[in-house]
């Protein structure tokens, strides 16, 4: 089996937000985000794979047999946009997008390009549900 490359890794997450990002809105973007997500996870962030910054972790297994590790929520500050890892599939959350604001649905996430863009009392009930969805169907560290 193939090795995961989106693994948690010891990069300094501020380091790389500074070195990575070029674009002062993005960067600013970039640390409210660190701050919402702290917050609504419990999590510290962490680097995830050399540019997804995470929150938490679960470990999962897919019918192939395929497992690993990934973050209960996280980001990405592209050049284009934000990837978003906030979004799973519950009834819930496909309501919510109907007020998120303007983005784009990916295959795994969600793009925005700037944090404006959004509800973020929106992405908040998102992340929650997201939580709560991981928790029920995986092993997560966000069990108590």
């Given amino acids: 089996m193939a090795k995961n490359k989106t693994t948690e890794t010891e990069v300094n997450v501020t380091n790389f937000i500074n070195s990575y990002v070029d674009n002062e809105q993005k960067k600013a973007d970039s640390f409210q985000l660190i701050k919402l997500l ?20 679960y470990h999962y297994i897919y019918a192939s047999g395929h497992e690993g590790d990934a973050p209960l929520l996280g980001f990405s500050p592209r050049k284009s946009a934000f990837s978003l890892y906030v979004y799973s599939p519950t009834e819930e959350n496909k309501h919510l997008l109907d007020n998120f604001g303007k983005f784009k649905m990916g295959k795994a996430c969600i793009y925005v390009k700037k944090l404006s863009d959004i509800n973020i009392e929106t992405l908040e009930k998102m992340c929650e549900a997201t939580i709560a969805y991981l928790n029920e169907h995986h092993e997560c560290a966000c069990r108590n």
């Fill in 38 to 57: 702290s917050k609504w996870s419990g999590f510290e962030p962490k680097m995830w794979g050399p540019t997804i910054i995470g929150f938490g972790s």
